[in-house]
């Protein structure tokens, strides 16, 4: 543990942003790979006579923090590859599902406060916050961190472009070229697809693999923390 705790603080230490330090994160998932932990094994110690996987890298780990030169030090092994951010914008992106659905619920109670049952339809009007906290989450994830979250960069566009026409509709209502009857009626749909992906079921497709979540397999540096 101390040699990955020396190589935190090394990082930790240098005149880098938040987001281009190396920290525990990148560290798990170093070892997940196969290719990176190869590094660890290029030294040829020998135990019993036998050069074991386990005696090179016990031996990289005894030696490189006594390695002057930062190349070869731990430190120099491990790379970015989860983003961290911080600001309100990260929290929201990985709980999303929770923000839109207190958002979602706060609509509902305000529609049955102000209206109550006599007005039915009114309660479909929720898709607007929905459609609120899908467009602000696309938004972030594509422009801020430039990497789509759970779908690729192509559906994330058609998802945004979708609930920015949804938000854009609400202005027709409000101009009274749209009854707010076929407006509500209208949002019933995105607000059952909105509630079906609360839940954990998303239609259009779940994360294949790590390079579809938010965070990982960086594409460089960000000029944001």
Avoid at 169 to 176: E, K
Wanted: proline share 2%; hydrophobic share 45%; with cysteine.
């Amino acid at each position: 543990v101390i040699p990955f705790h020396g190589a935190i603080t090394e990082s930790m230490t240098l005149t880098k942003r938040l987001h281009a330090r190396v920290g525990y994160d990148d560290i798990n998932e170093f070892f997940w790979d196969k290719v990176s932990m190869q590094k660890m094994l290029r030294s040829e110690p020998t135990f019993h006579g036998a050069a074991s996987a386990y005696a090179r890298y016990r031996h990289f780990l005894r030696t490189s923090s006594a390695v002057k030169h930062r190349d070869g030090r731990l430190a120099a092994v491990f790379q970015k590859t989860f983003r961290e951010h911080v600001g309100w914008g990260m929290v929201f992106c990985n709980f999303h599902r929770m923000f839109t659905f207190l958002s979602v619920c706060f609509h509902l109670l305000v529609v049955h406060a102000f209206a109550g049952f006599s007005h039915p339809h009114l309660f479909f009007s929720a898709g607007l916050t929905a459609a609120a906290c899908n467009l602000t989450l696309e938004i972030h994830c594509l422009f801020i961190h430039e990497q789509e979250l759970l779908w690729n960069r192509a559906v994330s566009a058609v998802r945004a472009s979708v609930a920015m026409g949804l938000i854009a509709s609400s202005v027709l209502v409000a101009g009274g070229y749209l009854s707010a009857e076929a407006y509500c009626l209208g949002c019933a749909p995105y607000l059952m697809l909105s509630f079906t992906e609360i839940c954990g079921e998303y239609v259009t497709g779940k994360p294949k693999s790590k390079s579809d979540l938010i965070g990982k397999q960086s594409r460089g540096d960000l000029a944001v923390d």
